[in-house]
Structures are given as structure tokens and as C-alpha cells.
């Protein structure tokens, strides 16, 4: 069975940084798109961030440009988001989540944004930004 474990949430001040983990078992990252969403109560799930599967291109939302960046370890089927600069409107349940890289990263553009797309979800971590 498929399983991602999402990490690394907590409390941080407005300014401060975190970093959240994604860690994959069961399949090897190196074959999957790896997106960060973002969800608050009452609002639709927000994606953030998309790293590619072999490489370290990403796709980002307009609201984190400059202050979030994806990478990944692949000797530890590992996908984590840096956080810095974080803002009260970055609190949020974020979620990592996983498709399968049948389409070139090119054509990903149109498509990483969208929920519909993601196979396997990790079960979320926490982040609140205090003001």
C-alpha cells in the first residue's frame, strides 16, 4: 500500500521558516510528480508547489513565489518544502501528493494544479503563522 507521511508542521511567527518532509513508501519518487497542497477550513485545496520526478524544476503558485522552494532526496524517497518568510495567510494544512509522471513536465504546466490529477495524499501537518 501506497503510503506518504507528511512532517514537519508547527507554530512559527510571521518571518519565520519551517520545513516540511514527504516521505514515500512503496513507490520510488524518481517516477512521480510531487505536489504541495495547501488547505483552510471551508476553502477548496490549494496547491502550492510542484517538483518534477527526475530533476529539480518546479511549478509554483503566485503566493509563495520567492518563498518556497521544493527539493528532493531521492536516497531517502524524500520531497520537503522550505518555508521562509511565512505569512499569517500561510496557515494552513498542507498536504503532499503524488502522480505518476506519464505526461512531460512541459505539458504538466497545465495540469499540477489540480487536484484531480494526484493518485496517493499524505495525511497533512499542520502550519499556523502567528502574527
Known amino acids: 500500500e501506497v503510503q506518504l507521511q507528511a512532517s514537519g508542521g508547527g507554530l512559527v511567527q510571521t518571518g519565520g521558516s519551517l520545513r516540511l518532509s514527504c516521505v514515500a513508501s512503496?513507490?520510488?519518487?524518481?517516477?512521480?510528480?510531487v505536489t504541495w497542497f495547501r488547505q483552510v477550513p471551508g476553502k477548496e485545496r490549494e496547491a502550492v508547489i510542484c517538483?518534477?520526478?527526475?530533476?529539480?524544476?518546479?511549478y509554483s503558485a503566485d503566493s509563495v513565489n520567492g518563498r518556497f522552494t521544493a527539493s528532493r532526496d531521492d536516497a531517502r524517497n524524500t520531497v520537503y518544502l522550505q518555508m521562509n518568510d511565512l505569512r499569517p495567510e500561510d496557515t494552513a494544512m498542507y498536504y503532499c501528493?503524488?502522480?505518476?509522471?506519464?505526461?512531460?513536465?512541459?505539458?504538466?504546466?497545465?495540469?499540477?494544479?489540480?487536484?484531480?490529477?494526484?493518485?496517493?495524499w499524505g495525511q497533512g501537518t499542520l502550519v499556523t503563522v502567528s502574527s
Open positions: 517538483i518534477e520526478s527526475v530533476g529539480s524544476r518546479t
Open positions: 501528493a503524488v502522480d505518476y509522471d506519464y505526461s512531460t513536465w512541459e505539458r504538466y504546466s497545465s495540469r499540477w494544479y489540480r487536484t484531480i490529477e494526484y493518485d496517493h
Open positions: 512503496e513507490i520510488s519518487l524518481k517516477t512521480y510528480y
